[in-house]
């Protein structure tokens, strides 16, 4: 039996006009048309090709090798691009737009704008759908993340304290508005870090490494910045914000921290609006 709204290995079962018939086991012959057929790899009779599986706008199986932006058990940020009585349907990448009935709305949504939604297959017709109403999707596993753990995030939601995110596709976790250095856009993926494992259950994030190793690195990052440049840099303790963010994507506040740390050790001198090597540090 194929799974529907994934991507599955299928056996190429014969060939026609039109396409490659591919072994979709309880399923039947599922067709791959012509237009999908890998031109860079075998495609005789027993092969495997690697396919995704959904119904076509006639409500048949069908499979393609375009990739979606998401497949059933996913997350992702996805345009609204029409809307009928029953829902709205999102461009997840492939002909047949998804459906993302207006009972599994979380709040309203107009053409053109974005969300995030979650893919599943309904139950009942085995039809690929999306929600945004996240929560039962989430934290449904206990957290096993260690403070400083390097982890994968989408960003969902502003909020009074800062922005929800999802942790690995796995759990909400919070940035709040005081680590949050940089600008924050809805909808996109970021590279996270797991600052605080609360007693509640709650995880507090930042977006830049934490503890010690982190500033032992940002240290060495900046030596070796420097070292590239000739031995200095047009940084400083009083540059913007903005400035560092983009030169070394973490906030000024450690930036400034890690500057305090060189200079006590005597590597760097620090200027008004530079710094400098003021030795070859011991390594």
Known sequence: MADIGRFNHLEITKHTDFGLYLDGGEDGEILLPNRYVPKDQSTEVGDRLRVFVYFDSEDRIIATTLRPRAQVGDFANLKVVARNRVGLFLDWGLPKDVLLPFAELKKPLEEGQYCVAYLYLDKHTSRV??????DRYLDKTPAAYKVGDAVNLLMVERTDLGYKAIINGEHWGLVHRNEAFKPIKLGRKEQGYIR?????????????????????????????????????????DRSPPEAISEAFSVSKSNFKKALGGLMKKGFITIHPDHITLAQSPEE
């Not at 759908?129 to 996240?134: D, E, K, N, Q």
Request: positive net charge; glycine residues 10%; without cysteine.
């Open 196 to 236: 605080e494992m609360r007693p509640d259950g709650k995880i507090n994030l930042s977006l830049q490494p934490v503890g010690g190793q982190a500033a032992d690195r940002l240290q060495q990052q900046i030596l070796e910045r420097l070292r590239a440049s000739g031995g200095e840099l047009a940084l400083s």
């Open 129 to 134: 759908l999306a929600t945004t109403r996240l």
